[in-house]
């Protein structure tokens, strides 16, 4: 199983052909996302329609909701690089999702990322 970044599935909703050949070959069963990837793209819909196939695909995939000890490693994270990295809310979130469940993370921003003790990023 492998977390997938939010950005990831927007390249996929624009066709990137190499973000969808990276994705087939990991296979839909080892796809998951977290709740802040599912509210991330409903929040930029752009319209009702948009919104309806994004709900539609999330039925597909397996979503990993945030446990308190994601949500108290998430504040931790902020607190530690918020200052030296600018780690915002949204991806540490998805980092200690992926920590949690010790998964690794498939992600365009690998530089939002790397620095961050006892994250696997997937290659």
Known sequence: MILVDTNILIEIYRNN?????????????????SDI???ELYFGARNK??????????KKLEILHIQSEIS???????????LSHKLD????????????YKLPLFTLNVKD??????????K
């Not at 108290?72 to 918020?82: D, I, P, W």
């Not at 961050?116 to 990023?121: P, T, V």
Request: hydrophobic share 50%; net charge negative; with cysteine.
């Open 17 to 33: 052909t190499l973000i969808i050949d990276a994705v087939k070959k990991i296979g839909q069963d080892n796809i998951a996302v």
């Open 37 to 39: 990837t599912c509210a």
């Open 49 to 58: 329609s948009e919104l309806h196939v994004i709900a539609n695909d999330f």
């Open 72 to 82: 108290k490693n998430a504040v931790k994270l902020v607190e530690r690089y918020t």
């Open 89 to 100: 809310l949204p991806d540490a979130l998805i980092a200690a999702t992926a920590i949690y």
């Open 113 to 122: 990322f790397v620095f961050i003790e006892g994250i696997q990023l997937h």
